[in-house]
T-cell receptor
Framework: GENVEQHPSTLSVQEGDSAVIKCTYS??????FPWYKQELGKRPQLIID?????GEKKDQRIAVTLNKTAKHFSLHITETQPEDSAVYFC?????????????FGKGTKLSVKP | DGGITQSPKYLFRKEGQNVTLSCEQN?????MYWYRQDPGQGLRLIYY???????QKGDIAEGYSVSREKKESFPLTVTSAQKNPTAFYLC???????????FGPGTRLTVL
């Protein structure tokens, strides 16, 4: 089955710097890669996703890149702000399959220092 | 607030007791999911349901049971067979055959 590895587990940056979180996956059939942001005690919220037919997607200060050959994808946050501090989870899934399940990485705790 | 509600927000269980966590959605989604989250861990799938009256085991179904009698509702029962139930439980929903897109606010279960 699918396995998703996420690095680093913690990341501390200064406000205004960029942050990069990386994930690798094992199942070449995976074709959907969402990223979630979870603030302390709150529900995960989808912040951006990418499908395997594109290599990069941007939404304001957030971007995701996908390398299908190497089976890894990354989240990039530019001009970080204190409100970006949270735990970020990557996930992988096979859309259109019989399950529609997500396999999650273990999360990265991002701290943005003012 | 996302169209998915979970209750209660906090739940305390004694040893040997079964408890049921509620999940309701008004998004008209066909699929519903239950995830368990432990500190420092990602979310792990317990059960999921693609349609009413049908559900499938996820990766960690042992000690849990579910029902799907209505499209809007997907309650999770944590039985006494679950050896370590203390965790944060999240319900999610999506259109059929799509990954979960909306999560509920969660229920924090603690075993006393």
């Amino acid at each position: 089955g699918e396995n998703v590895e996420q690095h680093p587990s913690t990341l501390s940056v200064q406000e205004g710097d960029s942050a990069v979180i990386k994930c690798t996956y094992s199942d070449s059939a995976s074709n959907y890669f969402p990223w979630y942001k979870q603030e302390l005690g709150k529900r995960p919220q989808l912040i951006i996703d990418i499908r395997s037919n594109v290599g990069e997607k941007k939404d304001q200060r957030i971007a995701v890149t996908l390398n299908k050959t190497a089976k890894h994808f990354s989240l990039h946050i530019t001009e970080t702000q204190p409100e970006d501090s949270a735990v970020y989870f990557c996930a992988a899934s096979t859309v259109g399959g019989s399950q529609g399940n997500l396999i999650f990485g273990k999360g990265t705790k991002l701290s943005v220092k003012p | 607030d996302g169209g998915i509600t979970q209750s209660p927000k906090y739940l305390f269980r004694k040893e040997g007791q079964n408890v049921t966590l509620s999940c309701e959605q008004n998004l008209n989604h066909d699929a519903m999911y239950w995830y368990r989250q432990d500190p420092g861990q990602g979310l792990r799938l317990i059960y999921y349901s693609q349609i009413v009256n049908d559900f499938q085991k996820g990766d960690i179904a042992e000690g849990y049971s579910v029902s799907r009698e209505k499209k809007e509702s997907f309650p999770l029962t944590v039985t006494s067979a679950q050896k370590n139930p203390t965790a944060f439980y999240l319900c999610a929903s999506s259109n059929s055959r799509s990954p979960p897109t909306f999560f509920g606010p969660g229920t924090r279960l603690t075993v006393l």
